[in-house]
Antibody
C-alpha cells in the first residue's frame, strides 16, 4: 500500500526557514516524479514544485522560485522541500504527492509564517 | 500559464440528483485534465485522470468527458458522502494549475 508521511511543519517568523519532509513507502520511489502542492487557509490548491525521479531536474512556481528548493534522497525514499525567506503569504497546508496527476497524497503539514 | 475556470462555484444538490461541473482552460491542454475531490480537513483524492479515466476504487457514478479546452465532471445519482469541493487540474504545461474549485453541498 502506498504511503506518503509528511513531517516538518510549524510556526516560523517572516524571513525564516523550514524544511518539510515526505517519507514514501509501498512503491518504487526511484521511478516517480514527486510534487509539492499547497493550500492557504480556506483557499484552493496551488502547485508549488516538482522533481524528477533521480533528482536531476526540478521546476518551481514563480511565487517560490529562488526561495524554495525541492530535493530527494532516493536511498531514504524521502522527498524534501527547503523553504527559505518565508513570507506571510506562504502560510498554507503543504502536501507532497506522487506524479501528476497526483494519485497519492501525503496527509498535509501546516506551515504558519507569522511574527 | 494555463488558467482553469470552473462553474458553478457552489451547488446545493438533493441526493440521487445528477451533478455536472465544468472546467474551462484558457488554452488547449489536450487530454491532460484531471479531477480531484477534497473533503474538509482531508487531502485531495484523485477521481478522474486524463479526462475520462477513473482512478482505482472510485465509484462508477463519477465520470469525466471533454477535450481541448472544455471538460466536464459528472456525478450520477449523488450520495451524501459526495459532499465536498471538486477541483480540476492540468498537467499539460508548467506551471501546473488547478481550478478554483466547486463546492457541492447536500440539501
Amino acid at each position: 500500500e502506498v504511503h506518503l508521511v509528511q513531517s516538518g511543519g510549524g510556526l516560523v517568523q517572516p524571513g525564516g526557514s523550514l524544511r518539510l519532509s515526505c517519507a514514501a513507502s509501498g512503491f518504487t520511489f526511484t521511478t516517480y516524479w514527486m510534487h509539492w502542492v499547497r493550500q492557504a487557509p480556506g483557499k484552493g490548491l496551488v502547485w508549488v514544485s516538482r522533481i524528477n525521479s533521480d533528482g536531476s531536474d526540478a521546476n518551481y512556481a514563480d511565487s517560490v522560485k529562488g526561495r524554495f528548493t525541492i530535493s530527494r534522497d532516493n536511498a531514504k525514499n524521502t522527498l524534501y522541500l527547503q523553504m527559505n525567506s518565508l513570507r506571510a503569504e506562504d502560510t498554507a497546508v503543504y502536501y507532497c504527492g506522487r506524479s501528476a496527476p497526483t494519485e497519492y497524497w501525503g496527509q498535509g503539514t501546516l506551515v504558519t509564517v507569522s511574527s | 500559464e494555463v488558467v482553469l475556470t470552473q462553474s458553478p462555484d457552489f451547488q446545493s444538490v438533493t441526493p440521487k440528483e445528477k451533478v455536472t461541473i465544468t472546467c474551462r482552460a484558457s488554452q488547449s491542454i489536450g487530454s491532460s485534465l484531471h479531477w480531484y475531490q477534497q473533503k474538509p480537513d482531508q487531502s485531495p483524492k484523485l477521481l478522474i485522470k486524463f479526462v475520462s479515466q477513473s482512478f482505482s476504487g472510485v465509484p462508477s457514478r463519477f465520470s469525466g468527458s471533454g477535450s481541448g479546452t472544455d471538460f466536464t465532471l459528472t456525478i450520477n445519482s449523488l450520495e451524501a458522502e459526495d459532499a465536498a469541493t471538486y477541483y480540476c487540474h492540468q498537467s499539460s504545461s508548467l506551471p501546473f494549475t488547478f481550478g478554483p474549485g466547486t463546492k457541492v453541498d447536500i440539501k
